[in-house]
């Protein structure tokens, strides 16, 4: 993502954000919220002057509009975010109007941000400057593949020795040729990862066939494959040793943090009613949110009395594992500075 900051005085002024992947589509979903003023170029259908007895079909030219917010919806497979409003400046003012915000198109938001919200930008700004980490598991007889986004780990392909072929007769050097192939578009890190010698094996076959991509690839034992593997290689710290993004290592690490203290009943707290006493007796050392709760007025509130405490504030995306957790204590907890009984 690209950003333009204007003045802001205590926190409230323009911020122009130029999405360039799903990525940064996904940030915007929680940059812009109900009550925010966005301005941007859309299409908008503009009545012709006809003589003829059928009327011809509406022309859309492009106006630039301000739109007061009144709802989003992030469409993944669409790769779109929506976001609709009523038209205060510009044509048509009154008006409902959706904008369909893509990769590639500019928007200007004018709101309060909170530093959570600018931390969010600058995290944006500095992913796009590197290129999609890939994650292949692989053990005998089977692969899958997985892109990282920012908002957690996204499957690409599962390769299973013997599809495609009689059941069993596939060799695993006629395996391996097929995982290599479908990875040789890769041009970002890939970390291949797996329990046993299989992946070891696999980049000793990948050397000889694609040296180019061996050359940016990354062996990492772990105790499992699939989902599990990718988890185990972002809380070993891999992404931060590729990129300088330590949000998903963050969120496995201070997830496991959480679990522990409250099994060993030591500093913590979860669900609204905890997290917001140890807010009132300043004993909340680090917030963690859940992104689904980013649009909750009372949330929204604890995070900025969190803030006032100089609190460390973590936002889990809910589309990883270690958000669906937090999600399961209510969406809200907190690692506290001391026990508050």
Request: with cysteine.
């Amino acid at each position: 993502m690209k950003a333009e900051q204007g003045e802001l005085q205590r926190g409230y002024g323009e911020m122009r954000l130029f999405p360039e992947s799903l990525d940064d589509i996904w940030h915007l979903e929680h940059l812009v919220a109900p009550g925010d003023l966005v301005f941007a170029t859309t299409l908008r259908a503009v009545e012709n002057v006809s003589d003829k007895l059928r009327p011809e079909k509406p022309e859309k030219r492009p106006v630039r509009l301000g739109i007061r917010v009144e709802r989003t919806e992030f469409h993944r497979f669409a790769n779109r975010l929506r976001i609709t409003g009523i038209i205060e400046h510009g044509e048509d003012t009154g008006s409902y109007h959706t904008l369909n915000i893509e990769p590639g198109y500019e928007i200007s938001v004018i709101k309060r941000w909170r530093p959570v919200d600018l931390e969010r930008i600058d995290r944006a700004v500095k992913a796009s400057v590197y290129e999609a980490v890939h994650i292949l598991t692989i053990e005998e007889g089977e692969a899958e593949l997985f892109r990282m986004r920012q908002f957690g780990p996204e499957g690409v392909l599962t390769v299973t020795s013997g599809s495609g072929k009689e059941s069993g007769t596939e060799t695993r050097s006629a395996f391996f040729e097929r995982v290599a192939s479908h990875c040789a578009g890769i041009t970002g890190p890939l970390v291949i990862a797996g329990p046993g010698f299989i992946k070891d094996d696999f980049v000793k076959y990948l050397r000889s066939a694609n040296p180019g991509l061996a050359a940016h690839s990354l062996v990492v034992e772990t105790r499992r494959i699939g989902n599990g593997a990718v988890q185990d290689v972002i809380g070993l710290g891999i992404l931060e040793r590729i990129h300088e993004d330590l949000q998903l290592g963050n969120e496995v690490r201070l997830m496991s943090e959480l679990l522990l203290r409250i099994a060993k009943g030591l500093p913590a707290a979860y669900g609204r009613a905890e997290v917001e006493k140890a807010i009132d007796f300043g004993a909340c050392e680090r917030l963690l949110v859940s992104d689904s709760l980013l649009r909750d007025e009372a949330v929204a509130h604890m995070m900025d009395r969190a803030d006032l405490l100089n609190a460390g504030i973590v936002v889990f995306s809910s589309s990883f594992e270690p958000g669906k957790q937090l999600e399961g204590l209510g969406g809200i907890a907190a690692l506290l500075r001391y026990q508050i009984g």
